[in-house]
């Protein structure tokens, strides 16, 4: 069986939500159906969230992180912080985050052996794990800075790379606290500040979330991640999904193989490159409507696949992502990338083409850089790993 370019892209415009008609302002199922929101920028989830509302708003959002608690933030596929569905959560930790928890744990017991806290490291981080959750269940959610005072090992300065020739010190709050949310012990709750802020309160997962995100067979989860993911950016080579995952290859074998998912080629990928699809998925998806959409920085869809070369031309990657592999905000046509924007300090939206697009796109992009600009009022943000573009678009050179 033979996937073209062309249904690839009407499958990532409806399975996406980009697509007008698949639009809805039901925040979790925005989530779900992506498996996950990118949330290392906190501006990124609501914004990929509200493009793709029927009416953009940000409050929905923070309602299901806050108040129903519909949806969480957890570390997870290749050490990034999401925001997902409890289901999701739970899945994502089993089959990613574990043997992350395992490599950072070890990473953690090297700097406290290089501190000189004692004799058995374990010891010191047991006695420190157990004093922060005795009083984040006494006290409720508390940022570090809170937290510092009332669990004194908090404030330890622990020792980075001794023995090289630049060694630091960091407060031992920052690797405790993440080390603590990698174990699904704790997990972010509000910020501080507004929606954009990146510093949150932490709350015992069990005490935020009931039954917690802990249990899952890593296999089985395995199986389930990959099938979820399939099912939103199906069909696609296992490298994509290897990359999305973080997993070995062999690992990612394993859990197509537990999918069930069966090998299609994709027509218009480099010669002899075949991708996978769901079984039960193997029907076509009908051409969507015209759409447009303004994208923020690490958007899920962007950054879905590791081969992007069928919906973004090769040679626009140094503009649109940082030398790291990030990606900066983009603008969609109709299941293409054709440029890039940026929020400028008088809140304009400022939009720099890279393709070629009709008038009646350009009028389509015009109206959606203005129902962004008005979502975000009086908020000024700034992208928090900004491609060229961005650098040009601010400065007015591009």
Same mark, same amino acid.
């Given at each position: 069986?033979?996937?073209?370019?062309?249904?690839?892209?009407?499958?990532?415009?409806?399975?996406?939500?980009?697509?007008?008609?698949?639009?809805?302002?039901?925040?979790?199922?925005?989530?779900? &159906?992506?498996?996950?929101? #990118?949330?290392?920028?906190?501006?990124? $989830?609501?914004?990929?969230?509200?493009?793709?509302?029927?009416?953009?708003?940000?409050?929905?959002?923070?309602?299901?992180?806050?108040?129903?608690?519909?949806?969480?933030?957890?570390?997870?596929?290749?050490?990034?912080? =999401?925001?997902?569905?409890?289901?999701?959560?739970?899945?994502? #930790?089993?089959?990613?985050?574990?043997?992350?928890?395992?490599?950072?744990?070890?990473?953690?017991?090297?700097?406290?052996?290089? !501190?000189?806290?004692?004799?058995?490291?374990?010891?010191?981080?047991?006695? *420190?794990?157990?004093?922060?959750?005795?009083?984040?269940?006494? #006290?409720?959610?508390?940022?570090?800075?809170?937290?510092?005072?009332? $669990?004194?090992?908090?404030?330890?300065?622990?020792?980075?790379?001794?023995?090289?020739?630049?060694?630091?010190?960091?407060?031992?709050?920052?690797?405790?606290?993440?080390?603590?949310?990698?174990?699904?012990?704790?997990?972010?709750?509000?910020?501080?500040?507004? =929606?954009?802020?990146?510093?949150?309160?932490?709350?015992?997962?069990? &005490?935020?979330?009931?039954?917690?995100?802990?249990?899952?067979?890593?296999?089985? *989860?395995?199986?389930?991640?990959?099938?979820? =993911?399939?099912?939103?950016?199906?069909?696609?080579?296992?490298?994509?999904?290897?990359?999305?995952?973080?997993?070995?290859?062999?690992?990612?074998?394993?859990?197509?193989?537990?999918?069930?998912?069966?090998? $299609?080629?994709?027509?218009?990928?480099?010669?002899?490159?075949?991708?996978?699809?769901?079984?039960?998925?193997?029907?076509?998806?009908?051409?969507?409507?015209?759409?447009?959409?303004?994208?923020?920085?690490?958007?899920? !869809?962007?950054?879905?696949?590791?081969?992007?070369?069928?919906?973004?031309?090769?040679?626009?990657?140094?503009?649109?992502?940082?030398?790291?592999?990030?990606?900066?905000?983009?603008?969609?046509?109709?299941?293409?990338?054709?440029?890039?924007?940026?929020?400028?300090?008088?809140?304009?939206?400022?939009?720099?083409?890279?393709?070629?697009?009709?008038?009646?796109?350009?009028?389509?992009?015009?109206?959606?850089?203005?129902?962004?600009?008005?979502?975000?009022? &009086?908020?000024?943000?700034?992208?928090?790993?900004?491609?060229?573009?961005?650098?040009?678009?601010?400065?007015?050179?591009?």
């Amino acid at each position: 069986m033979s996937i073209s370019v062309a249904q690839r892209r009407a499958r990532l415009a409806v399975r996406h939500r980009l697509v007008p008609s698949q639009r809805t302002n039901d925040v979790v199922a925005i989530a779900r &159906d992506l498996v996950a929101l #990118h949330s290392s920028d906190p501006v990124t $989830v609501y914004l990929s969230a509200a493009a793709r509302m029927v009416q953009p708003d940000l409050q929905p959002l923070s309602d299901a992180l806050y108040e129903s608690r519909t949806l969480i933030r957890h570390h997870a596929m290749r050490r990034t912080l =999401w925001v997902l569905t409890p289901e999701f959560a739970r899945i994502a #930790h089993a089959a990613t985050t574990l043997p992350i928890a395992q490599r950072e744990l070890n990473k953690l017991l090297g700097v406290i052996a290089a !501190t000189d806290l004692g004799d058995d490291p374990s010891v010191w981080l047991n006695d *420190a794990r157990a004093a922060t959750l005795a009083v984040l269940d006494e #006290h409720g959610p508390m940022t570090a800075r809170r937290l510092g005072p009332l $669990v004194p090992a908090l404030r330890t300065p622990l020792v980075l790379d001794a023995g090289s020739n630049y060694p630091a010190t960091v407060a031992a709050h920052t690797r405790v606290l993440l080390q603590l949310g990698f174990e699904g012990q704790l997990v972010r709750t509000r910020p501080t500040g507004s =929606w954009i802020n990146g510093e949150y309160c932490w709350s015992p997962m069990d &005490d935020w979330l009931p039954g917690g995100i802990v249990g899952l067979d890593p296999a089985a *989860a395995r199986t389930q991640l990959a099938t979820s =993911w399939l099912r939103a950016f199906g069909p696609a080579p296992s490298s994509d999904l290897q990359w999305w995952t973080g997993w070995s290859g062999a690992t990612t074998k394993s859990a197509l193989v537990g999918a069930g998912a069966v090998e $299609v080629d994709l027509v218009g990928s480099p010669a002899g490159q075949t991708g996978w699809l769901l079984a039960d998925d193997l029907d076509p998806v009908d051409e969507p409507e015209p759409w447009v959409a303004l994208l923020p920085g690490l958007d899920p !869809t962007t950054m879905g696949w590791k081969q992007r070369d069928w919906f973004m031309p090769p040679e626009f990657v140094p503009a649109l992502f940082d030398r790291n592999g990030n990606a900066g905000p983009t603008v969609w046509v109709d299941g293409v990338v054709v440029g890039g924007w940026v929020q400028r300090r008088n809140g304009e939206i400022a939009v720099g083409l890279l393709a070629p697009v009709s008038t009646t796109q350009r009028r389509a992009i015009d109206e959606a850089a203005d129902v962004t600009r008005d979502l975000l009022g &009086d908020t000024r943000f700034s992208v928090r790993f900004p491609s060229r573009q961005q650098v040009e678009l601010l400065a007015g050179t591009a």
